[in-house]
Nanobody, 114 residues
Framework: VQLQASGGGSVQAGGSLRLSCAAS????????MGWYRQAPGKQRELVAS??????TNYVDAVKGRFTISRPNAKTLFLQMDSLKSEDTAMYYC??????????WGPGTQVTVSS
């Protein structure tokens, strides 16, 4: 599975960004996709995930502000609204297959200035 994330950038606090992830190869075996982020000096953390059944999960810090969606098997979005400076991080797209193997794409930087 190959993943390519895009859509990061710099925005002021209160603004919005939409991250996209394009997947290719081995897609039928994927049963979970998600977005992780890693800020400087911190561990990578799960931001949001979505199952093939459309069940979503969010870290408390982004509930009500971020929305994850997977409109088709090859595409994953993360709509980020009301961005805060603490959302600044490198964001990574993740896919997990039925054998619980994880795949990662290169990150996309999100910078929120206050």
């Amino acid at each position: 599975v190959q993943l390519q994330a895009s859509g990061g950038g710099s925005v002021q606090a209160g603004g919005s960004l939409r991250l996209s992830c394009a997947a290719s190869g081995g897609i039928p075996a994927i049963n979970l996709m998600g977005w992780y982020r890693q800020a400087p000096g911190k561990q990578r953390e799960l931001v949001a995930s979505i199952t093939t059944q459309g069940i979503t999960n969010y870290v408390d810090a982004v509930k009500g502000r971020f929305t994850i969606s997977r409109p088709n098997a090859k595409t994953l979005f993360l709509q980020m609204d009301s961005l805060k400076s603490e959302d600044t991080a490198m964001y990574y797209c993740n896919a997990r297959n039925v054998f619980t193997r994880d795949y990662w794409g290169p990150g996309t930087q999100v910078t929120v200035s206050s």
